[in-house]
């Protein structure tokens, strides 16, 4: 375990866990990266200064659905007003915001003019006036809204930028593309947490829009629970610490990067995100930190050896990109052997840690596949794949996933998969299990 200490940043550090031993003409190595950043300040997700040092500049923008659906029932748009009201008064003092309404067409709420508000007394109570104009009417176009809220964060100089996003439609007024462009073009930029509220809108885009911008998504079926659900994104926010660190991955000649996923507390395939460090080296981005800790699954491809052969397979470290482009701040690094084996058994023994979150992936996609099979008509398939989800989910300690699939299907034996699809499912149960399905638990110590 390394680690460098830097002022005003958590301090950061890496554990690596794998099974080190390939046998001869092996070629895949796995291991599980733990980063956990330690001393922010934070508690209860509120930074808490110390030593006379300020707290790091953040800005926020809050992206509020007002499109006519917010009207059905009308208690929905006094819900997300009040929730909006909530997230407002959690805001820290000295922290920039900006309230966005979004219909097909987004509008500045909150201060206006393209600018950023100082949080403070004034200008909470002020954005909250503003608030209570709010009215719904109009369609869903969310590439919009993003790409104010992108330009408004932009005019300040915060280096976390930090978006909360409230849908409860589907994405109808602008393409597919359209909203992919604008994720690209944000993307790097800020992170977003995105809900959905009610039964309406559509998992997939929800879910996409925060695996793109490196936030959570999830469900608030009750728009009652808003006001909660929006004061804990907000405390969370609040935590960060630090903006753009990047896993960086070395790897010598030679060697592959088969895959880089984060596997807790949620499964993000990161791969295809890589940017170019230097020849044998490429960072991957983890978004803001506070106090924390991460799992990140990493699987690099080597070149076959002989028995008795060891190699620095990848080295793996957390950095901090220069603002000026210059280079980067290492905060911490670990590496990744291999040694080639005729032992069997060492060579055939599976990390407990790799084996956990392999297991917690096949769950996920488990229940993605049951779900699509279901939605599609395909009983024998739903109820093989959601079968073996709830085995996954039993065997795997996860018991929280267990309760959302025990809303999906009767539970005949956890343990050998065996179920029973349920005649009728409640649409916001089916929701809930779907956005929830990358949640993962950890190994238990």
């Given at each position: 375990?390394?680690?460098?200490?830097?002022?005003?940043?958590?301090?950061?550090?890496?554990?690596?866990?794998?099974?080190?031993?390939?046998?001869?003409?092996?070629?895949?190595?796995?291991?599980?990266?733990?980063?956990?950043?330690?001393?922010?300040?934070?508690?209860?997700?509120?930074?808490?200064?110390?030593?006379?040092?300020?707290?790091?500049?953040?800005?926020?923008?809050?992206?509020?659905?007002?499109?006519?659906?917010?009207?059905?029932?009308?208690?929905?748009?006094?819900?997300?007003?009040?929730?909006?009201?909530?997230?407002?008064?959690?805001?820290?003092?000295?922290?920039?915001?900006?309230?966005?309404?979004?219909?097909?067409k987004a509008e500045e709420v909150y201060p206006g003019d393209g600018r950023l508000a100082v949080a403070g007394p004034a200008t909470r109570a002020r954005a909250k006036d503003a608030l209570r104009r709010l009215g719904a009417g109009g369609g869903t176009a969310i590439?919009?809204?993003?790409?104010?809220?992108?330009?408004?964060?932009?005019?300040?100089?915060?280096?976390?930028?930090?978006?909360?996003?409230?849908?409860?439609?589907?994405?109808?007024?602008?393409?597919?593309?359209?909203?992919?462009?604008?994720?690209?073009?944000?993307?790097?930029?800020?992170?977003?947490?995105?809900?959905?509220?009610?039964?309406?809108?559509?998992?997939?885009?929800?879910?996409?829009?925060?695996?793109?911008?490196?936030?959570?998504?999830?469900?608030?079926?009750?728009?009652?629970?808003?006001?909660?659900?929006?004061?804990?994104?907000?405390?969370?926010?609040?935590?960060?610490?630090?903006?753009?660190?990047?896993?960086?991955?070395?790897?010598?000649?030679?060697?592959?990067?088969?895959?880089?996923?984060?596997?807790?507390?949620?499964?993000?395939?990161?791969?295809?995100?890589?940017?170019?460090?230097?020849?044998?080296?490429?960072?991957?981005?983890?978004?803001?930190?506070?106090?924390?800790?991460?799992?990140?699954?990493?699987?690099?491809?080597?070149?076959?050896?002989?028995?008795?052969?060891?190699?620095?397979?990848?080295?793996?470290?957390?950095?901090?990109?220069?603002?000026?482009?210059?280079?980067?701040?290492?905060?911490?690094?670990?590496?990744?052997?291999?040694?080639?084996?005729?032992?069997?058994?060492?060579?055939?023994?599976?990390?407990?840690?790799?084996?956990?979150?392999?297991?917690?992936?096949?769950?996920?996609?488990?229940?993605?596949?049951?779900?699509?099979?279901?939605?599609?008509?395909?009983?024998?398939?739903?109820?093989?794949?959601?079968?073996?989800?709830?085995?996954?989910?039993?065997?795997?300690?996860?018991?929280?996933?267990?309760?959302?699939?025990?809303?999906?299907?009767?539970?005949?034996?956890?343990?050998?998969?065996?179920?029973?699809?349920?005649?009728?499912?409640?649409?916001?149960?089916?929701?809930?299990?779907?956005?929830?399905?990358?949640?993962?638990?950890?190994?238990?110590?």
């Open positions: 375990m390394t680690n460098f200490a830097k002022s005003n940043v958590p301090q950061f550090t890496v554990d690596v866990y794998q099974n080190e031993y390939l046998p001869e003409g092996g070629r895949d190595v796995n291991a599980i990266v733990t980063v956990t950043a330690t001393g922010g300040g934070t508690t209860g997700g509120l930074p808490i200064p110390t030593d006379g040092e300020r707290a790091p500049d953040a800005a926020v923008a809050i992206m509020i659905d007002c499109s006519g659906s917010m009207d059905y029932p009308p208690t929905k748009m006094r819900n997300a007003r009040d929730a909006t009201a909530a997230a407002i008064d959690t805001l820290r003092d000295g922290v920039s915001f900006t309230v966005i309404a979004g219909t097909h590439g919009t809204w993003l790409r104010l809220a992108d330009r408004v964060l932009a005019t300040g100089d915060a280096p976390i930028r930090h978006g909360i996003l409230l849908t409860d439609g589907r994405n109808e007024h602008e393409t597919p593309e359209e909203l992919r462009a604008a994720l690209d073009a944000c993307a790097g930029r800020f992170t977003c947490d995105a809900r959905g509220v009610g039964t309406d809108w559509d998992v997939k885009e929800v879910t996409g829009i925060a695996s793109a911008l490196l936030g959570s998504a999830d469900i608030v079926a009750d728009p009652s629970g808003l006001a909660e659900d929006f004061t804990k994104m907000m405390e969370t926010a609040m935590g960060k610490q630090v903006a753009d660190v990047a896993l960086r991955l070395w790897t010598p000649q030679g060697a592959e990067v088969v895959f880089v996923k984060q596997v807790a507390p949620t499964i993000e395939d990161l791969t295809d995100r890589r940017a170019e460090a230097n020849a044998r080296a490429g960072d991957y981005p983890t978004g803001s930190w506070g106090d924390e800790s991460r799992d990140y699954h990493v699987c690099v491809r080597v070149p076959a050896a002989d028995v008795g052969r060891e190699m620095l397979a990848a080295r793996v470290s957390l950095v901090l990109p220069a603002p000026d482009g210059g280079s980067p701040t290492p905060l911490a690094q670990q590496l990744v052997r291999v040694v080639w084996t005729d032992d069997m058994a060492a060579s055939t023994r599976i990390n407990q840690q790799v084996a956990h979150y392999t297991g917690q992936a096949e769950l996920a996609q488990a229940i993605q596949q049951g779900l699509d099979a279901r939605k599609a008509g395909d009983r024998d398939g739903a109820t093989a794949r959601l079968g073996r989800a709830v085995q996954l989910a039993s065997a795997l300690g996860n018991e929280d996933t267990a309760k959302l699939l025990s809303k999906v299907v009767d539970v005949v034996d956890a343990a050998t998969g065996t179920v029973r699809l349920k005649a009728k499912v409640a649409e916001a149960a089916e929701m809930t299990l779907d956005t929830r399905s990358t949640r993962t638990v950890r190994v238990k110590k």
